[in-house]
């Protein structure tokens, strides 16, 4: 992220080991395919058993794909580089990427590993939806989970034979792709049972992934009958009989089926906020373990060497759950390599005479790249991605980052500003990773820009200090825009709203100075927009000559 010159450069070693926290199919895959890349893994399960052995209701009815996991438990069972921990959770985490100390606590023993990197790869929770629909757990009621166990044994199998068996689907909730394929899935092993005959009651039909469409149809070739309808059908007697009036016939049709199955809902792991809260890793919508920022996806979390795959960042089916896998795998041989890291020495560099250890610096760091030493704070050149937003809010500017050292700035804000023919001198903090982007293909495409425009490259907007803001305008700017990215779209997650703030602050010492507080805008922008920067900045011109050259020259 940095733009300094790294000549001073440097080797350091750093922990290969890997933990893996959570023994489900996602996390048994993670485990295999890691350690074929000859790392030791840690392989946690909260749980008593792995996932193949709980029963894995996502492969019911595929005999091949329930064969093939198996055998890949089996082999990492017998890997000398998997240590399988259940019953086993974690309670802390200290430390930085590739120096990761995590206690893990296994009955009353506490385990402590030293790892480079950690993958969360927990499951999604299930909650069946009864109530929406008016039921009661019984005998002859049951939710989707309790159905596929079912399926999974050949003595379930057996109890429905000769059975009727109506399913009821997206009508107590939004439709989603993959509470459909566990439908689909139960429907098509239904069929394969002697005499069993399957009804599926379902709002909109969600078969937008791969297989499903081809799967819908097949159901319907051996049999199975859709109901598709806009509101929930009549129940009686907790589902003694499902009707509901069919506007095609004009009439009500009415079954009595020996079973109901439940649709259920897909949430986060219950876990997840305890592992996040552990982690220091930004929780995000509904619980899961990401946020909507494209620089994290697919499977990146808020700090380097801890990702997060399958259902622990969305709601995930298998084949997606292990291309997260996949690509975790290939994440964790760049970071950890062979356990050496050519890193620069001045990436971030604390002056220990300035440091009081304030703890501000821990607090903002959206990476958790900071900890303590004797005397001052300690920056990992592993963990810390160069936005600067620890040197900002430094009370005591004890923090520098290399290639973006305050002394240079200022000398880039003042050289910015210098007085030329009368026209409005403007400068633009824009952030590398987008605005300055955007202001070189605008001007790569010679698109309009005013004459007096100077940008002034920042690591992250969350780097722009106050004091960049109140000097440019005493060397005489006329204007300036702090640009960064749109939120949420961030590579330090929330460098944009630290710039927010300085701004807002900045807005506050100018009115008590009497300058215009049009001369000071903050805007989003993306490393695409060269037309957006044209407008942006050609407006900030106009802005500028109906309010005339700033009053402190």
Known sequence: ?????????????????????????????????????????????????????????????????????????????????????????LVNAAGVTG?????????????????????????????????????????????????????????????????????????????????????????LALQEIDGCEAYIYTGDLKVASDGLERMYMESREKGAVYFKLTEKPEIVENGKTISFFDSVARRNIEISPDVIVVEEELRADDLNEEIAEILRINVGPSGFLQNDNVHFFPVRSNREGIFVAGSTREISGLPSAWTDVENIAIEVKDLLGDGKKIVAKNKAVVNEDKCVICLTCYRCCPHGAIYWGDKKAIISPVACQGCGICASECPMDAIQVGGFEDEDMTEKVKSGVVSGNGTPRILAFCCQNSAFEAGEMADMFKMQLPEGLRMIKVPCAGKIDLDYILNAFVSGADGILVMACHPGNCKSENGNTFAQWRVNDAYRMMEEVGLEKDRLCFVGTASNMGSGFSSIVVDMEKRINELGLSPLK
């Open 1 to 89: 992220m940095t733009d300094m010159k790294q000549k001073d450069m440097e080797e350091i070693n750093i922990a290969t080991d890997v933990l893996v926290l959570g023994g489900g199919l996602t996390g048994i895959k993670a485990a295999s395919e890691i350690a074929g890349l000859g790392y030791k893994v840690i392989l946690v399960e909260k749980d008593a058993e792995l996932g193949s052995q709980k029963g894995p209701e996502s492969l019911v009815g595929l005999k091949e794909e329930l064969e093939a996991l198996q055998d890949l438990e089996s082999k990492i069972t017998a890997d000398s580089n998997v240590e399988i921990l259940t019953q086993t959770g």
């Open 99 to 187: 120096d990761f100390t995590a206690r893990l606590s296994k009955g009353k023993e506490v385990i402590e590993h030293k790892v480079g990197a950690i993958v969360v790869a927990t499951d999604f929770a299930t909650a069946a939806l009864h109530e929406n629909y008016g039921l009661s757990p019984a005998d002859n009621v049951l939710a989707q989970s309790q159905m596929a166990e079912l399926l999974a044994s050949e003595a379930g199998k057996g109890k429905l034979a000769n059975k009727t068996v109506a399913f009821l689907v997206g009508l107590a909730q939004d439709g989603n792709p993959l509470v459909m394929e566990r439908v689909l899935k139960s429907v």
